[in-house]
């Protein structure tokens, strides 16, 4: 018996497809993903209703996406969520035995799509899951020496030929592409992006009820949502969070004069502030919550490295801020761990002292510093905070302490000055063109957000009827949100 499932009906739209994008045939590209298809097939889920009940969700959803990206070229960004299934024990989370069945491991992953071509998405999918990648390689090879499929040459429309920046047979010079302003963007999607604001604004205005209810209740310093989730998920989360500290009067007490952010981890970060994952069951909340009193302890043993830490480096002050992502305590301690371990064999190592490279004692103390992940590079942020990846090696984090000290104090005197000039191009921003809200996406740099605002403040007047009224996050591309926020690249084109 043929059981239809996602996995089945993507394979088929895939394979009906003959359109060419970046060499990478629908065929292809379902050849290419089907190591992903086997780890997340529902079939494999029987046990397991719930991640079964995902996984078939976002396969439609991924299908959905594929299918504009053949379709039409483009596809909104969007993010789906999906259980990979495995035989190895340091997946996140586990399923038990049971009887005549084998054990399947199960790990949650997210995947964001944002790509407008269908290779870099394949890819996406398959380095996000920690697949091989190797055969997309001889994939795309072979197609890009691909003959024409059909048996006549094709005459498209020139409008095709503009907009791909190809040169139409028998003109001389390929047309020039246009870029895409942000006039002509609202002109197209203003009314669609103020009719899912007006739909939302019932559920916005209850998220906010609940979450002033739960701050004065329960005497919460703030609620904030870092997700890429929209307003409906914030209630949701709000709701359930409400659930849980009914059933769990005691849960009140530990919460007390908190900050709690909904975001992408479920724990405690090195800041103190509460973390809980929308993604997240509320049952894992809970357990969260209920070891909240054994945070303080596990704090003081951070703050412990830390200053051990800061004795190997002049005495700097080892900073708790985010710099990118959240971080949890536990995750961070293995960070401070790593470091101090490096440190301690350099500090006793000869090659130290022929080297010359030594910090004085409370030569550095003007200076903080922000311990990041195991992967990245140094660095010196707007504000004036260097940024130490946890495997840098010593003598590579001194030299650049050294180096870099005098930039970090003039770019910490310069900061309040900076931080007073963002503020007032939000605060005319949003007067110019009466925005309900102006936001930015946490991956911009300073530079790239003062860049994005200074362009719209200096192009008012043709924007000034079609930005009214709408919620605007400066971000990375264009799109609008299901709650009606729209997204507008920060280096975009007025007209």
Known sequence: MKIVTPTYRLCRKLCSLTTFVRYLTASQASEALRPFYFAVHPDFFGQHPKERAVNEESLQRLSNYLEN??????????TVKFYLRGQGSNAKNTAQ???????????????????????????????????KTDHLKSLVK???????????????????????????????TPPARSKQTLESWLTKNRQRALRRLEKSQLIRDDADNLRSELCNRYHLRDIRWESDWNIGAFRMSLSSFRKILEENPSYALYIRDKEL??????GICKEGFILLSNESVPQYWSRV????????????????????????????????EKYFHRITIEDYAILLKKMLSSFKVYHLSRRR???????????????????????GHLAVTTSGQLVVPASTQPQNVINFLVQNKEKCLQKVNNYPRLQANRKRLFAQCIKNYNLRSLEVDVSLTEDQVNNGLNRLIDNKLPLSVSMQDLRIRISRYYTVLRDGEVYIPWDLHIT
Not at 300 to 316: D, F, I, V
Request: charged content about 15%; proline content about 4%; glycine content about 8%.
């Open 261 to 266: 952010i909904f975001g992408s981890i479920t």
């Open 69 to 78: 990206l053949y379709g039409t070229g483009i596809a909104s960004p969007t």
């Open 142 to 172: 072979k197609g890009a020496h691909r003959s024409q499929v059909y048996s006549r040459p094709i005459k498209w429309d020139h409008t095709y030929y503009a907009y791909a920046n190809k040169q139409k047979p028998g003109d001389a």
């Open 353 to 375: 002292w022929k080297e010359g490279r030594v910090i004085l004692p409370n030569s550095m103390t003007d200076l903080k510093i922000i311990v990041e992940g195991i992967i």
């Open 289 to 320: 919550l209920e070891h909240l009193p054994n945070a303080a302890p596990q704090m003081n043993l951070l703050l412990t490295m830390e200053g051990e830490l800061s004795g190997y480096l002049g005495n700097a002050v080892i900073s708790h």
């Open 97 to 131: 035995n049971t009887e005549n069945h084998v054990t399947v491991y199960t790990q949650a992953v997210t995947i964001k799509l944002f790509s407008q071509d269908v290779q870099s998405t394949v890819s996406q999918i398959l380095r996000t899951c920690h697949l």
